[in-house]
């Protein structure tokens, strides 16, 4: 092929990605301008429960006086400092792919994982989320740090984004599948990314019965939904039907154990190399793995 030939390919393939993006663009500006109360009144109960959970979770005004939201304030918190090597795998996952790309950080919350796109050079950062107070955290975190241009936030319903049909690079799930019907929001996103595009989905595990318990044991800090539908391998099985499944990676067995030793940094900074060196060797087992609080995977939009 010759080099004017490929230079004509790029820029028909340049164009066609233009009009995406000005398409998605649009369809960004319809659904910021919808009203929150209008949005809200075509939820359904289960959706208008999780909505509520979220925002009572992430408003400020009931911070405690260390500026804490109920969320970061949850007895949890401290498991969910033990988890370094998870987020070090989906840091390097999504640098590797974000790059010029759209990417949508999927019920993105506060927008702190849409902003790290943002800054690792996305070229559109999108995060969706059913919760308005979630939404305008996030929209106020991205216009303090000057990213209002390169990060859209928008009031929306993951099963039913309103998103135009092959407009996404990347999608992230992180930690938040559980609190969605994956029977709608697997086709939906298989639906809004692009031929290639890609998903990694991080998520609790539900076959540890040590967790289970724990769960049970601590019903206030979960809503109705998301008790029942923590993820299992069923449910990636079940991703099958509309993307090639990737690489599925589990972590963190004996990690959580450092949350013991939060409040003692420490003796948790020695500990927690000692106890991730173990995880890295138990989650290679088949018959163990499974017992791994939380796990990963990929999912990919086959080419057409």
């Known amino acids: 092929m010759s080099t004017a030939h490929l230079q004509q390919v790029s820029s028909i393939v340049a164009t066609g990605e233009s009009e995406q993006n000005a398409s998605l663009r649009v369809a960004l500006e319809s659904l910021q301008a919808r009203k929150s109360g209008e949005f809200a009144a075509t939820l359904d109960e289960r959706k208008h429960s999780e909505r509520q959970w979220a925002n009572f979770s992430r408003d400020k005004r009931l911070a405690n006086s260390q500026g804490e939201t109920k969320e970061k304030h949850r007895g949890n918190a401290k498991?969910?400092?033990?988890?370094?090597?998870?987020?070090?795998?989906r840091d390097n996952w999504l640098a590797q792919r974000v790059p010029g790309r759209v990417v949508l950080d999927y019920a993105c919350g506060d927008g702190l994982e849409t902003l790290k796109a943002a800054r690792m050079g996305a070229a559109l950062a999108i995060g969706i989320d059913v919760s308005n107070v979630s939404v305008a955290n996030a929209t106020d975190y991205a216009a303090r740090e000057g990213r209002a241009d390169q990060c859209v936030f928008i009031e929306g319903d993951c099963e039913a984004t309103g998103l135009p049909d092959r407009s996404v690079d990347v999608i992230l799930c992180s930690y938040m599948l559980h609190h969605l019907d994956l029977t709608y929001a697997y086709p939906e996103m298989h639906r809004i990314l692009k031929p290639g595009g890609c998903v990694l989905a991080c998520e609790a595990l539900n076959?540890?019965?040590?967790?289970?318990?724990y769960r049970k044991l601590t019903p206030e800090m979960r809503t109705e939904w998301e008790k029942e539908h923590i993820l299992?391998?069923?449910d990636v099985r079940a991703a099958k039907r509309f993307f090639d499944v990737g690489e599925i990676r589990y972590w963190h067995l004996f990690s959580p154990l450092g949350g013991f030793l939060q409040g003692v940094p420490k003796l948790f900074g020695v500990t927690m190399p000692l106890l991730n060196a173990?995880?890295?060797t138990l989650v290679r087992i088949p018959a163990v793995q499974l017992m791994s609080w939380q796990f990963s995977f990929e999912l990919f939009k086959p080419l057409e």
Do not use: A, E, F, G
């Open 79 to 89: 498991w969910y400092s033990t988890t370094q090597l998870s987020l070090n795998y």
């Open 207 to 213: 076959y540890n019965p040590l967790i289970k318990m």
């Open 232 to 234: 299992s391998l069923k």
């Open 278 to 280: 173990v995880d890295r």
